[in-house]
């Protein structure tokens, strides 16, 4: 998600370290259109060092675009993984990391604008939730249970639409979502 807690390790240098990766790892976001972004990620089954690296790239590649979430199809990996951190790295602790997160309550409901790394320039005003119950695992494998209101259950709803194969643009209202998927192909056709 664009810029508009427990963790398996204590910061984000035991993850590096863990990992045994250099600290800036910065990854290309896919952009619309790419097809690991319209086609829904795979289940995690192994918690080791691939995946810890894993993580670094995604919280680096988050902060450097920089963007408040970072889901695993958006650096073109298609597995259940997220990263959050409404403070854009400005406060460690709010960093969250899940891997194979799911919804698993749902309440009350909301629409502000969203934009997204994979779809740069674009914005649109999807409804969420106002509340949810987000279940998943550590990169260590625990299990995590998080319950977010307002931007955070935002942007657990969007980050988890990526592992979905969904964008954004899939949740607004038809008329309003052919007029910018059309503007969206007429941009990325001549990108190319």
Do not use: W
């Not at 097809?35 to 894993?54: C, N, S, Y």
Request: hydrophobic residues 40%.
């Amino acid at each position: 998600m664009r810029l508009t807690p427990q963790r398996a390790c204590t910061s984000l240098t035991d993850v590096r370290e863990r990992a045994a990766v250099t600290p800036m790892s910065v990854r290309p976001i896919l952009k619309f259109g790419e097809p690991v972004l319209h086609t829904p990620a795979e289940t995690v089954g192994t918690f080791d060092d691939r995946l810890a690296g894993l993580f670094v790239d995604m919280v680096d590649t988050m902060y450097a675009a920089p963007g408040i979430g970072l889901a695993a199809p958006q650096i073109g990996v298609p597995l259940r993984a997220i990263v959050v951190d409404l403070s854009v790295g400005e406060d460690p602790a709010q960093l969250i990391q899940l891997v194979n997160p799911e919804l698993v309550e749902r309440d009350g409901s909301q629409r502000h604008d969203e934009g997204c790394l994979s779809v740069p320039g674009f914005e649109g005003a999807p409804p969420r939730p106002e509340r949810v119950v987000v279940k998943g695992r550590s990169i260590g494998g625990d299990e995590r249970t998080y319950t977010a209101t307002g931007l955070l259950a935002r942007a657990f709803c969007h980050e988890i639409d990526h592992l979905d194969g969904l964008l954004f643009v899939d949740r607004l209202s038809p008329l309003r979502r052919d007029l910018l998927k059309r503007r969206l192909r007429k941009r990325f056709r001549h990108e190319d």
